[in-house]
Structures are given as C-alpha cells and as structure tokens.
C-alpha cells in the first residue's frame, strides 16, 4: 500500500457519495471539530487489504445529510433514521474507498455499526489511522478515519 | 399493468431511498415489498409475486449471492429479474452475480438515474 495517495482516495471517496446520494457537497478539507453531540459509525472490511473505516459528524451535519438522502424534511427525521443514515454512508464510503484500493478484488464489508457516545474514547487505544481527514460541510465537519491492517 | 417491486437491503433507510428513486422513475408500480435479508426475501415470495428484486450483496443471514443462487435454483423464480445495488463495484463480483443470474448491476453511490436506466432496460420499457 505504500505510495497511495490515501488523502485523495479519501476526498474523492467524500465527493463521490455525498454528491451522489446526499445532494450535498464538501467544500473542502477542515479541522477535526471537537464536541459532544456527533454520531459516529465504524465497518471493517475484509480483503487485501483489510481494514476499518469510521465516520464521524456533528448530529446537525447528521440530520442534514438524511433530509437529502431520504427526500425529507429535517424536523421529521427520527434518531433512529440519523444512525442508519449515518451508518450507510459509512458503508458507502467504505466500499467506494476499497474498489479505489484494488478494483479486481471482492472485499467483504461488515455491517456498519454506531460507536456509543461514552467509548469514543476507546479510539485513542486504537492502532494510528493510516489516513483521517476532515471535510467542511454546509452546516458542519466530517472527519473519515481508515486504519489498514499491517500499516500501523 | 402496475408492478411490483421487491427491495432486498439490511439498510431501512437504504431501501428508503432505492423506493424513492424507483417512484421518480414514473414507472407504474403496484406494491413495494420489503425485506432485509435474503432469507426474509425468500420467504415472502411464497406468498405473494413480484415482477423486479433489486437486492444488497452484504446482508446478514443471508446474502445476496446466496439469494440470487436460491432464485435459480427454483423454476418458477428464476423468471423474475434481478437487479444487483451494491457497494462493492469489484469487477470480479459484478462478473460473479451476472453469471449467477442477476440481469443488472448497480454500483452505491449511484445517480437516481442509473438505477432508472437500469431498471427500464431490464423491464424493456422507456418513460
């Protein structure tokens, strides 16, 4: 894997999806934002190479992303349907990242799963990212964090 | 004549959304039948028809290649069509689920409009 360009497998990854399924659109790299009120999900997947992929973003980001994808008015949208949502754009990150990262190869995706608020901080126990990056969006940030196998 | 669909995602959201898609085609649809795995899926085409499936690969239970080989196997639904919506746009596993019987293949993210083109070349019918 060395020589990837994985920052920009990252951003292209970011623009293909939210453009796509979302109707919306990153306006660029950004910090990580700080703060207690994120949704965050996390998938690993299985292939060469294997890995994890975790999303994270701000509930408002969150809620604004499923009114584009679902078709539906913000103030509608349950916290169940934030997490799912969340939770597949997570899985579609995933698998438009992986078939950049080897196109002839199947990779298994594992279901996309919301990390609790309380073991976020479990993430610092976790090997370093192999890339994470940050993206400004129309309300928000959303910070994409993959970690491969064997890369650490 | 109206149609009916069979969605097949672990996704409620995902299926949302491909039902949405499906109602800005101006295709006349029927009924739209759920189900979140292969197994659910199967089961409830014992009771009732459906006309399309546009089924998910990674689901729980079972998946949408073990899906896709259980509709051939059986005679009567092998006829219906099956569109594949999947992450996972390896060449390998597109080529997989189309020898295995699937008759389209669209990749997440798609354009509402891919899986339109999809479904009305598949089903013969232009709006």
Redesign the interface.
């Known amino acids: 894997m060395t020589g990837r360009n994985f920052d920009q497998l990252l951003s292209g990854a970011v623009d ?2 939210l453009e ?2 979302f109707f919306a659109a990153s306006l660029g790299p950004a910090e990580s934002e700080i703060g207690a009120d994120f949704l965050e999900a996390r998938l690993a997947f299985r292939g060469n190479p294997s890995g994890t992929l975790g999303v994270r973003l701000s509930a408002a980001s969150a809620r604004l992303l ?1 009114a584009g ?3 539906e008015d913000e103030e509608t949208l349950t916290d169940l ?1 934030l997490g ?2 969340v ?2 754009l997570a ?2 990150l ?3 990242l992986v ?1 950049k990262l ?10 996309p799963e919301l990390v609790p608020a309380a073991s976020e901080n479990a993430a610092s126990s976790q090997a370093p990212p192999t890339a994470c990056q940050s993206f400004e969006l129309e309300n928000g940030i959303i910070t994409i964090t993959l970690r491969l196998e064997g890369t650490a | 004549m109206a149609l009916n669909i069979m969605i097949v995602d ?5 299926r ?2 491909i039902r ?1 898609v499906v109602g800005l085609t101006g295709l006349d649809v029927g009924e739209y039948c759920e189900a979140g795995d292969g197994e659910d899926a199967l089961k409830l085409l014992k009771e009732r028809w459906v006309d399309l499936i546009l089924t998910d690969i ?1 689901m ?1 239970n079972m998946n949408g290649e073990e899906f896709v080989r259980r509709l051939e196997s059986d005679e009567l639904l092998r006829t219906i069509p099956v569109v594949v919506v ?8 597109v080529q ?1 689920m189309l020898a295995l019987g699937a008759k389209g293949y669209v ?5 509402p409009e891919a899986l339109r083109d999809e479904v009305e070349r598949i089903l013969g019918v232009s709006q």
């Open positions: 293909a999806v796509t399924m499923a994808f679902l078709g349907q799912q949502v939770c597949e899985n579609m995933c698998g438009s078939s080897e196109d002839q190869e199947s990779f298994a995706l594992a279901s | 672990d996704s409620p959201v995902m949302a959304f949405k990674n729980p999947s992450t996972d746009s390896s060449h390998n596993r997989q990749t997440k993210p798609f354009p």
